[in-house]
Structure formats: C-alpha cells, structure tokens
C-alpha cells in the first residue's frame, strides 16, 4: 500500500514541452509529475519525481534506491544509449526498473534504437507519450505487489 | 466511446500458460482475453481477440482493419523480428499499433533485440507480462480520443 | 504465339492504389490487371493474374508453374527480402521468372536494397510503376521467344 | 516399442528427385517416406510423416506434438535459415527435435550456413542424402530410449 | 512528342557484343543503338546515344542535359558500383534518369549487387539484355508524358 | 551587433598548451581565450569562454543559451564521440552551433573520426588549430546575421 | 565390402567421459572406439581409430588416406573453426569425410558455430553424441557402396 | 607575402548556386571565386581558382603545385568518399591542404560523413557555406606563415 | 621510497561486498582499501584512495596527478567500456596507469571485453579479485622504480 | 604449503631478451625463470616451467595437470588470438589459470586486443612486464588457498 | 619471341622517385623503364612503357590490348583499391595480367590491404620495389610462352 | 656471394603435382627444388628447401635462421590465413621474408585474400606458379645484396 517509487528523469527532460514538440509532445516535465502524483495516489503508492543531467548524479540517486525504496520508473533520455555505469547501478541495487520513453525510439535515428539499460530493466515502454510514465507506475507495482 | 480495437497474437501465443511458464508466465492466453476484455469494458470500448499462427492470415486480419477499426494492439511473437509483411501492412492500413511483448525481449537472444515492426508502430510495450496488454489498450485509447 | 505466363503479387499488393498513393501511386491491383491483360493481347500470349498475402501460397502458385506454364512476372512485395522458400520454389521449377517492384526499393529503407528472390530471377525492374509490369512481360516474352 | 515420432518436411520438398537433382538427389519424397517407414518398422517405432509449404502449417503441426508425439525429424528445407516462429514453436512443446537437411548447406550459398532452429534442436545431420532421414530417426530413438 | 533523351554508356560498354558474350550477350552497342533509335521512333521521341569510359566525361555529358533535354537512360557499367560523382550529377541536373543493366548484377559478385546511381534514379531495369534499353526509353516517357 | 555566443570547451582542454604539445600545439587555453576575445571584439560581437570535464555540466550550460544567446562554439574534446546527451542538449535548445576540434580527428585514432555533435551541428571545423575558433566565430556570425 | 575407413579424432578428445560429462556425456574414446569398431564388423568395413592434438600431425593422418583408404569420419574438435590447413588437406587427398561433433555446437558459443571444414565434407552430424559416430560411418558407406 | 594558393573544385560544383540551392545555398562558382579573390587581396597572397570534373584533372593540377605552390584549398565534391589517387597525390605533393565542404556533410547520408581525403589534409571546414573558403585561405596562410 | 599513487575508483564500486557477490566478491571498498594500504606499507610508497560515479570528477582526480603524482591504479568500473574522456586525461597527464577489474571482464558480456583506457595504460590486471590492486600496485611501483 | 604450478609459454617465447626488446623487454625466459622460482619459494610452492612452439605440444602440458597439478600460469603468445585447442584444453582439465602477457596486448595490433583463452581463464594480467609472471603466480595462489 | 607486353602505370606514379622516396623508394619511373626495357631485351619480348593519372584514360589504354597484344604489367597504384572500371577493362580483353605493387600494401593502411583488379589479374607482386616490374614481365612471359 | 637463404613450405604442399592440379598445377615439390636450386646457383647464393605441416615445426625452422642466415622465402600455405605464431617467428628473427603463393589466392575463397604474414613480410608474391619461387630469390637477394 505505501511502496515508494522513484520517478527518475535523465539529460534534457527538463526542457519538455519547450522544445521540440513534434518529438517530445506539449506537456512540461512538470505537467507529467502531476499525472504520476495523480496515479500514484490513485494506485496507493508513494512518489518521488527527479530529474538531473549528469550521469554520475543518477547513479547517485539510482544507488540511493537500496535504502527502502521499492521501484524505479527511469527515463534514460539519451542515457540509455551508452550510459554503462546507469545500467550497473541498477543491477547492483537490484530494484525491480521500467524504462520509459516519450517518444518511439525505435522510428527515430539508429543509435536510439538500442538501450544498454533495457537487459537488467523489468521492461520498457516507449513512443507513448506522458502516458507512458503512468503505465510503467502501474506495472511496476503489479509486479512488486504480485 | 465505443471504438473498435483489435488485439492480435501472433504464433505460439496459443501455448502460452502451459509452455516456459519462467520466460512467458502462467497466464493463457485466455486469461489474457479476459483482462483485456474487462479493462476494455472500463474503458469503454470493444475489443475483438485473435490469434494466427501463419504470418498471411496475420497480414489478412490487419488489412481488415481498414474496415471501421480504431486501432491495433498487436504481440507478433516472432515475426516481430523479421516479418516485412506484416510491418507492410501496418503501414497500409495506417490505423495506430501498440506492440506488445509479454518477456523483456531486450534480455533474450540478440535477434529478439531487434523488431521490424517497432519503426511502424506508435510505441511498444515489452516485459511488463499480461498487464502489459492492458496498458497497451489504455495507451492507444489516450491517443485515439487525445 | 499461346505462352502461359503467370503475373504474381505477394503481400498487401491487393491494397495497392488505396493506401500510400505517394509510395505506390494511385492505380488498383485492378487497374494494372486490365494494363497487363492488353499488353499480353498485344503481344499475343496468355496470363493468369493472382494476388496472396500469404508465402506457402505463393510457394504453392509457383510450384503450379511446372504444369505447362511458360513465365513468371512477380512482385514479391516484402517477401522480396527475405523469402528464401520462394526462392527455392522458383529454382526448383525453372520457369523464367522477372521480378517486378513498383516503387524505386533502393531509394527507401535499408533493408529493401536486397532482395534474396533476384538472384534466381532473370532479372529486376523497379521503380517504374504499373507500366513495370507491362515491360515485365514484354521481356519476358522476348526472352522466352529469343 | 511404440514411440511416435513425425517426420515433417518444409517447403519445396514435394518437388524432391524431380528437380535440381545435381543439388537434391533423384529420390522422391515418396522415396524418402518409404526409407523412413522401412527403418521405423525395424527400429521399432511408428512414424507420420508429412510436408508443408506453409510456415503457420509448420507451426501448427509442430504444435500438435505437445498432444502424446515424442520427437520430431524436421528438415524445415528454407526456413531453417529464418523462422524463429518455428524455432519457437519446438521450443515450446519441448519434444525432441533432430534437424535434417539432404544437401550440404555449409558447401552452399552463406545464408544456408546458418540455421535459426539448429540451437533449439538436439542435433544436425547435413550433406548425407536421404540416408540422412533414417539416421535422424536412429538417433532420435536412442535418446528418447537412452 | 519530341522529347529529348540521352541514352548514355559507361566504361568497358564499346566492348559489347566481341567480349564475354555469355555475360553481356552478342549485341554490339551499335546494334542496341539501332533497337533504341527504332524504339524512338516508334515512341515518337528523339534519342542520342554516347558511350565514354571517363567518370569525368561522363558527368560532363549529363550536366549538360540542363540544356533542355527530358531524360536520361543510363547504363554507369562499373561505375554503378562507387561514382558519387555521377550520383551527385544526375540529382544536381534533376532530369529523370533510368538505370539499366544488360547482365543480372544480383546473379553476380557481390560488389555488383548495389548502385549507389540507384537512390537518385527514378527506377532501375537490370538483367533484361538489349530490350531493357527499349523498356527503360517507354518507361521514361511514360513517366515525361504521364 | 552584440549577439552573445557561447564558447564552450569539453574536458582535459583547459590542459592545453602544457600537455602533448605535438598533438594540440603549445597554446594554452587562455591564450586561446585572448585570440577568441580579439575576434570577437573585431567582430563586434560579446563571447563568454568556459571549459567544463562533466558531461551533466557542459549539458547545463548549453541548455542555459536558450535565455537569450544567439549561438555556441563548441570543442567538445572526447565527447565529440560518445556523448548523445550533449548532441540531444544542442538539438533542444536550437541554438546555432559550430564544432571545433584544434587536432585533424581524421588523421588520429578510427574513434575519432566520428563525432555524434556534427550531425546537429551547423558544422565542423578541424584540425586548423587556435585559430579555428576564431573562424567558427567569424562563421557563426555570418550565419547569424546573414 | 572391405573399405578401410579411418575414424580421426582432433585435440581434447583423448579426454572423453572424464571431463565435462554435461557437454559431452559419459563415454570415453575407448568406448567410442568400440562401439565404431562394433558398427563396423555390422557394415562389413574396416576402420582405424586415431586421435591427435597437434594440428600437423592430423594434416599428416589426412594425407595418409591417399594410400588405399576409403573415406574418413572427422571429429576436428577445436580445429573444426580454424584450421584451414586440415580443410585443405582433406580437399588434397579428394577422400569422402564427414565431420562428427558429439555436442550440438550449434547452442554453444558463437565461434563453434562455423566449421571451416564443413565446405569441403561430404556432410556433417552434430549434437547426436556417441553414436553420431556409427551413423556417420554408415552413411560414409552408403555414400562409398553407393 | 606573395604565397601562391590554388582553390580547387572537385566535381558538379561548376552547377553550384543553380541547383539544390536547398542543400549547397544560392552562390554561384563565380560568386565564390570573387569571395576569395577579395579575401586573398585582404590577406596579401594570390589565389588560382579551378574546377574539374575529372578525377584525373584534379590529380594532374594537384601535382602542378610542386612547381612552386605554397597551398591547396580542396572542395573534393564526392571524390572526397573514394579518391584515393587525389588522396596519394595530395601527399606526394607534400603541399599543406585544408578540405572544404559547403554543406555540413555529417547531416547527410552517410556515405557523405567519411572523407578519405582528410586524413592528409591538414584539417577540414565542412558546413559553413561559401564563407568556409575563406577561412580555409586565411587558416593556410596562417598556418604556412606561422 | 616515497612515491605517491592514487588509487581510483570508478562508478558503483562504492557498493562493492553487499551487491553481486557473485560477480564482484564479499569484501568492501574500506576492506580492499586497507588491504592496499597496508600493501603500499610494505612497499614503501604512499597511497591515496577514492571512489567517484560521475565521469567529470574522475578526469578532475586524474588531471590533478600533474602535481607531483607518480603513478595510478585505476578500476574504471563501467567507464573502462567508453570514457574517452578518462582516456584523454590518463593521455595528457603522462603519469603511468595500471587499469584493474576485480571481475574477469572477458568472461562477461561482449561490451565488457574491450576497454578504451587499455591502450594508454601501461597494463591491465582482470579477474584476479581485490589480490589485484595490490599487484597493481607493486608492478606499477617496480616500473616507477625500474 | 606445496602446491603445484605449472608456468608455461607458447611460441616465440624462448627468444625473449633478445629479439625486439622495445617490445618485449631484455629479460631472457631464463631470467624469467628464475624471477618466477624465487618468487614461488618465497610463496612456498612449486613450479615447473616450460615453452613450447607448437599448439599440439602445449595442448599435451596443459592436458597432464590432470594429473595432481593446482594451477597454471600461461603466456600463450601469439596462440592466445586463436587457439580455441588450447582454449578447451584448460577448460577440459578445470584447472585455475591466469593468463600473462608481458607486452601490452590492447596498445598493439587490433588482433591482438581479443584473446580466446581469457574467457576459460580466472583473469588476465598484461603489460607489466616480467614481473606480471610472478604477480599471476601469487594471484594464483592466493585463489588456490583462499 | 616477339611478344608485345604494355607496361602501365596508374595515378601519381609520374612523381617516383621524387616524393615520399621512404615508401616508393628512390628510382623514378624512367629508371625503372629502362630496368624493363632492359630486362625485356634479354627476355627477347617488346615493352611499351605508359602511364596515366585518369582512370577513363587507363581503362582506353587496356581497351587497345585487344589488338595484338599479348600481356599487360599492371601499376594501378590507388586505382587498385576501387577502380572497377579497370577490373572490367581487364576482364573484357582477357589480355594476362600482372598486378604490381612497389610498396608492400599489406603493411599499410586498411584500404590499402585489398585489390579489387587482383581477383582478374594472373597474379600479384608486391612490396619488392623496382625489380617487381622485372619479375612480373618475366612471369608473364613464362606463362605466356609456356 | 654466398647468402644463405631458406625457401620453406607449409602444410599440404608435400601434394603439390599429384592432387588438384587445375589450382596448383602439374609440377612437384621436387620439380621446384630442383627450378629453385637452379636458379640459386645462377645468381650465386646457397639454398636450403624444406617443407612442414605443423605450425610449431615451421616456427622452430624460422627460428632457427637467427644461426647466420639471410633470408626466407616462404611458402605457408593454409597458415598464412591464420597462423599469429609463424609470423611472431617472422618479425622476432627480424630475416627478409618473401611470401609465395603458387595459385592466385585472391581469386579464391574469401579467407585466401588475407595473409597475417604478409605486413612483416618484405613483400608478396602471389598467382605466378612455380617460377614465383625463382622470382622471390632473385628479389630476396637483389634486397640483401642492395
């Protein structure tokens, strides 16, 4: 009933619906936490919504998730393409992870069609949109709560 | 209200519950019709369930689409990664697909990293297990009535 | 003078004219029946003009050839990358076989630069439109009467 | 005494000992099921045995296994080279699979060096003629017996 | 009714007819000059016909096709193979181009089965022997025409 | 007349001039600064010089130029190659950029031959040393009031 | 009715049964050896049975069969994925082989999957275990007796 | 003071300014040439300024600078991607060379992102338009002054 | 006798002993920074030891051995895989480095073999546990030293 | 107390110290040997140290630690990179081996960056020189008694 | 005895002797054409000795083999690496060639390593300087006399 | 006067004459001992001739040329495609080596295109047949003696 999720945004998420709409969508970054707060309350959970640039810091916060936190829904951004060391921290603090995506990688440029975080995630969810962030809350505390 | 989706299984997904239960889960594949059927209810719209073996009679139903269907919820299973004819056919009849994959492809036999029908698709949704189904069905009405 | 020529058309050939005009151009499966069937009065030959979605169809259809049949012009659609059955089909029965795609396929995506079916064909033309499927026959008939 | 196994062959088969015997031999596949119900009867065990242009087919019939069959002699002719839907169709009814091919494939075209089935499989028999289909079932036998 | 086509050679094509004639066949190119300039005639259009084996002449001889002329029929022989050159000529003078081949280039060594002419040319006839020089001009000036 | 570019240097740059001198020639980057700063005021133009090691910190501060900032020359040094969040950081704020390197990548070790920042960059100037910055500025400017 | 076949056996070998029995089973050589030597008085032919770990020594057993020998069963372990000297010693002498692999190399490491020999074999058995072995020998005969 | 610098152009950029103005911009040759003639007046050296078509042309002007040159300004057009001989006689000259592209060649296809030519150029200017042949000029003479 | 080396540690290894035992081992950072501790006793040297995720602050560590460092033993962590910019720092600084991994990198996936700091390092020490700092240390002291 | 350790070197090995010292130092194998005993009496082990030019030849050392013997440290020479023989020889006897190369292998030609035999090994050390011999036998120890 | 051999040289090579002499050596091309006429002479045969920096140029110059020519020694110098143009000429004559290499070019740059002219060539000589002209006209006579 | 040069065979050429003489043609290795032995006394210099078939002998014979010898011409068959340790041998004993094929390796099997001796070879002799061996001495000597 109380699980605590973190919401984890990686490079440039904070520039949502600024820049580059016709990519990313209209919704802020800010909007989004609203409807994962929206969700999670909904759901029974507790939220915290993050975002940082620097790789190292998101291994800070990922390796910050072995202190009794139960989920990670992490946006990569560009990350998720190269970004090793992400990929270890979530393997060495074990917690149950959903890569999210705005918009479908899988139809832009090729070096976006892999990620090296999507093997030791639960799953991913890519090209939906803000709706996306909800969804992977959802399946990510069926899968801790089933 | 009342938009006519399609949820489509490509082969093997007829075995599913009884075959790798450590790599597809318990769940058949009429349990998943049932949770399909029961989200789609809640959401308010209808929902028909199929699955093909053959990647022709797969290619057939979803030219059927272009007769009064909303939308396409499709698992290709396999074909994912390498049938052009069924991506050809997405592409034709233009109605918006979720793909869908109930294992986390991404941390399987490198030829599962990789689908064809990715590119076509509005998004993908991989590894979340039948919820995985359900959330799909959520996503395609948001961007239907969106 | 009485050649047996088969004019073949493999997956979602049959939503040709109604779908992606700006790819395919906007004449029906129909339409180019009816520019075949004159062309062969012309030429003064026979054909037989069938679409299939399906590729143990097609491998069936071509295996058919072996029964007095004198040609095969086919449009492979997606199959053209990656059929090797229809290959075979088309090697084991020996019949002079041109194949035909209406779009330029080496001006689109990667992976229809190749066709695994060429090989074993005559040869290609691409990029022409329906008027492809006229010059198809010509040649093959020159071939055949040459 | 009474195992049942099925000897399925894929596509362009039903045209063996007809055509390109330089490549495939002069037997039939009639030939070819003579052989193998000779050396059933002397090993002791009863055999199906069919053929199938279709890749759904294929699925279908490998499917059917899970229903009291135990093991399978399969020379999926073309396909071996890429259906990963039957590749996962013997996987998930888990009999007993061997692999036979009549020509030698490493000594052919390089997309015939590699087979998508040959990892899921107990084992390959290749290059050895319709010799091969009996040694298949020969082995197979002593490991379901073994 | 008077367009102006260029019907225009590569390197090694002066050779027609006296070399490797299993190859490329016994027509001369003065005898597949007669076919197209007969072809013309009957089309209604007007043809001249060159052959060059320099890269740079033959990039001079289609920059100078800005100079109202409707079409190009090209056979680059080799330089099909790697001259961005030509390419960059043929989409700098913006004229519709078709490429022909006399031999099957995908039946032969694997650097002959792609053209980087193609992307840029409206389409590509390869394998047909002389008539494709025929066919390519009809194809042309139904598409002028059309 | 007073546009504000951003000139921003990758990591181990601020080394310059005391380190592999046979590489990156014996400028330090504060005479560089002096050489930028000339230009700029020549130019009639304001110019901030920063150099940063982090990825996350050399992403903010380009992010920072969409506040009223007309363009960024860049030396990204070794994220030139690998670093997406950068090349992404550049796409989303849709500032004018060009890429400098003060050593011929080109003629160094394959990996740095390719830089992921060119393709969204305006362009690239290599190899020409110090003044190459000075020439990116004069450039930028160029573009920005042409 | 008297072939004299040699059975070769590549490096590693020598160490059957009593090592890694998960990959390779329980037999020992002398086992194997026995059981050939059992199929061969069933076939009314002779055989020898050698192993070898260096390379030359092998290629020497190779061009030994110009004398008088009739076929040759190789199990090249290791040196099947490189040794190009065995290949071509096995062309030299022009004697009938076919190559054996207990282990399905086929599901192990990548490398394992391509034999350099296998061009040159009449066939190839693998992943059957022992009697791999005896059904080699007796398709080398029907191959020979043929 | 009176170092002589020749500004050579590769092929199809004589057609500069009349064609693709999308992709090369609206300058002319001509255009260019008066761009550098000024800035060679303002920088106190003298320029010649060529174009060819021919890869053989570019080579036998590129070993006319061993005659008392002091500079090579080099706009290879597309034998930038394969010209090894203008590649080997840019450094048997030994004349320092800096490569000019107009277009930002990293954006486009990829062919276009590999230049075998700068690997002996002293460095590369590539995307900057017409003003990136001056800079070439003033970064060469800085550079043979220096 | 009073050489001071910097041992560093790269992402995640700040985790080391309560995460992956199975992979990285049951001692702590703190364990295998006093077994070094009292290795460089030993020895005779000095040691300073850090840990840091984030990829800048690393080459800020590394940059700063300039001043009157001797020698680094560097465990990159996953930074081994693609941290040009590491490299370039170890590169400028010139103090020579010792790259170890507690794991046996080669044995793990494909992306773990190669590391770009090797080749500016002076060796590398992989798979032999926390044993191999201290080897690291003493090899890299007997070069200093040598 | 008296393990044992076999110490054994591939081809070239025995012409170290003197031939290309730039490369591979001016020890002699004998100045090695004598490094590696000392060390070993010091660790309280024995070793046998041995070099061999030909693969069979090592294969048959590496088969007899079979027999009573507790490790290996190997330098395979230029049979690292290829070697799968030697590969599955130390993998069939399971006996721990630490692979020494006494260059820096990954600084060298790009064959040289892969070796076949670290995967089977417990690790690897590599560019320290002669002492990497004795680091790899006290690591080695260190896991034998651990 | 009167054979007429043409000796011709490719792109650049008019510099030998005066440029890059570590790599090429010190003879210019008119030394070495009087080593072949010389050796010619004792050979009993007549040389014409030619070279040309267009490649159009060389392909017309191998055309005229056709007429009563007998052999042709080969420098195509960078031409060698992607001249297909040239590779036909040679083909289409059927004239026996001789590929000659100054430099050893398989110690060189990658796209040195491959010829795509030596697949129709006779043979290939390289790497032993000068004298390689002698050795490849004596070859050539040897087979053409033989 | 007196050089004393090595010519050595690698494995399977023992064969040569009496096994596929359509590659390697009629004459023996005894014919080209007594061609070479020939030759060498022409051009004054002392000739040993031997052939091996394992790799570990070949590298014992090169090592051996470090006792007063003054060159190698090698012929290493299958070896040159793979064998590391034949050429470590090569570059340690640092003698002039030139390679010889008697057939035209490339216009064979891919794998026959690349030879790992050939960059520490002084050059490559490769399609001329027998008299190549003739040829590489005079080479080998007209170097020692130059």
Redesign the interface.
Known sequence: MDERILVLN???L??LG???PEVYGRETLADIRRRVEARAQALGCQVAFEQ??????L??LI?GL?EGWHGLVLNP???A?????I???I????VPT?EVHLS?V??REP?R????I????????????P??YE?AL??LL??IRG
Do not use: C, M, T
């Open positions: 990686g490079p440039n904070n520039l600024r820049r580059e940082r640039n620097g790789e190292g810091e291994v800070d390796q072995a951004g560009a990350y393409h190269y970004s090793l060391a990929r270890d921290a393997r060495s603090v074990g959903v479908n899988y139809a070096f069609h892999r990620s090296v999507a093997p030791v995630a639960v799953g991913v969810i890519a090209g939906l949109g709706i996306g969804l959802e399946a069926a899968r």
